[in-house]
């Protein structure tokens, strides 16, 4: 039996197990949580069953929509989209009332001219003139209408575009370490990429990922193991350049985009970084209780012009494969990789 009808069978028997409807949507869900396609998708679910979530059908839609659609992105931009539109609306609205007050203005004030220059009498130049005070008044409050109904459109517009910047970021972001996501890892690797062919400037990619992450939570429970993925986060983000880019890359794999680093300085980047860590110990702040330390294993790759990113990506994770083949809690380049297994892949 092929692995694909292996997983959909153990797919099949989780959701009668729970109670799941075999609808598409649900299937798509648990069809790629018992192959292990997605380790984001597999730890959440493994959350859920750890603390006895009951599967509803709003549990189960809102895993699919997180996970296999991009709408509540879409429908974030849209929304800020036509409040945008609305606004803009208004805006012109206002100013074409405005131009058609002026125009008005100015068509008395044309005629309280033509008047006075034909010479009206005493007691008719004083009327044009009361007349003109009288139009002058009224366009003042007319403009003291607008001035505030543009300055509400103008704040509205303020308020949209932090709106479109939170969607934007949401969309980019991991949501329980705060680094890039996979989303925007990949754009940032294919902008790096394309600048360093055209620059020929050096790129370099790390991989790393917590050695024995999964036994650290058997052990103490996946609540701790998110603190501790939010430690490494930290770790990166301190340890790292501004123009650097860390991201989450799945479950407990992170990787580093180093734009303008040779190998031996990402190597220098990826020894600093499992350094820092290697010296963290770790304590239940809850109960004081210390749970020891934790490691990490590095990969480090160097691109080279022209080729495609997956090559790329695979050398740094064949890179650190074989940190953890040898041993764990060190860093690897990807010229210490074995020639056969550099031939064959991981």
């Known amino acids: 039996?092929?692995?694909?009808?292996?997983?959909?069978?153990?797919?099949?028997?989780?959701?009668?197990?729970?109670?799941?409807?075999?609808?598409?949507?649900?299937?798509?869900?648990?069809y790629h949580y018992c192959a292990g396609t997605y380790p984001d998708l597999q730890r959440t679910v493994d959350i859920l069953v750890d603390?006895?979530?009951?599967?509803?059908?709003?549990?189960?839609?809102?895993?699919?929509?997180?996970?296999?659609?991009?709408?509540?992105e879409e429908k974030g931009a849209h929304s800020a989209t036509t409040k945008l539109e609305g606004v803009i609306k208004r805006a012109l609205e206002y100013l074409n009332e405005a131009g058609e007050g002026v125009?008005?203005?100015?068509?008395?004030?044309?005629?309280?001219?033509?008047?006075?220059?034909?010479?009206?009498?005493?007691?008719?130049?004083?009327?044009?003139?009361e007349g003109i005070i009288g139009a002058s008044q009224q366009m003042e409050k007319h403009t003291h209408a607008l001035e505030q109904r543009l300055a509400s459109t103008s704040d509205e517009v303020v308020q949209l575009r932090k709106e479109i910047e939170i969607t934007r970021r949401e969309a980019s972001t991991d949501g329980l370490t705060g680094l890039a996501n996979r989303k925007l890892l990949d754009l940032t690797m294919r902008e790096t990429a394309a600048?360093?062919?055209?620059?020929?400037?050096?790129?370099?990619?790390?991989?790393?990922?917590?050695?024995?992450?999964?036994k650290f939570?058997?052990?103490?429970?996946?609540?701790?193991?998110?603190?501790?993925?939010?430690?490494?986060?930290?770790?990166?983000?301190?340890?790292?350049?501004?123009h650097d880019v860390a991201a989450r890359y799945g479950g407990e794999e992170f990787a580093v985009v180093l734009p303008g680093?040779?190998?031996?300085?990402?190597?220098?980047?990826?020894?600093?970084?499992?350094?820092?860590?290697?010296?963290?110990?770790?304590?239940?702040?809850?109960?004081?209780?210390k749970l020891g330390g934790i490691t990490l294993s590095v990969g480090a790759a160097r691109y080279v012009p022209g080729e495609a990113l997956t090559?790329?990506?695979?050398?740094?994770?064949?890179?650190?494969?074989?940190?953890?083949?040898?041993?764990?809690?060190?860093?690897?380049s990807e010229k210490d990789i074995p020639e056969q297994q550099m031939a064959v892949g991981v």
């Open 1 to 30: 039996m092929s692995d694909a009808n292996i997983s959909a069978e153990k797919a099949m028997a989780c959701m009668r197990e729970r109670d799941i409807p075999a609808l598409p949507d649900n299937f798509t869900v648990w």
């Open 51 to 72: 603390n006895g979530q009951e599967f509803s059908p709003s549990v189960n839609a809102n895993l699919f929509e997180r996970f296999f659609t991009h709408d509540s």
């Open 103 to 129: 125009a008005q203005f100015g068509e008395q004030l044309a005629d309280a001219s033509g008047a006075l220059a034909d010479g009206a009498p005493g007691n008719d130049a004083r009327t044009i003139i």
């Open 195 to 214: 600048h360093a062919m055209e620059s020929g400037d050096p790129l370099c990619l790390l991989m790393l990922d917590i050695d024995f992450f999964k």
């Open 217 to 242: 939570n058997d052990n103490y429970g996946h609540q701790t193991g998110d603190k501790v993925l939010k430690l490494l986060a930290l770790v990166l983000t301190e340890s790292i350049k501004t």
């Open 261 to 289: 680093s040779q190998l031996d300085d990402a190597l220098a980047v990826g020894e600093l970084i499992r350094d820092r860590i290697a010296k963290k110990n770790i304590v239940n702040r809850t109960t004081g209780k």
């Open 311 to 332: 090559d790329f990506i695979e050398r740094a994770d064949i890179a650190l494969y074989t940190a953890k083949q040898t041993g764990r809690n060190r860093v690897v």
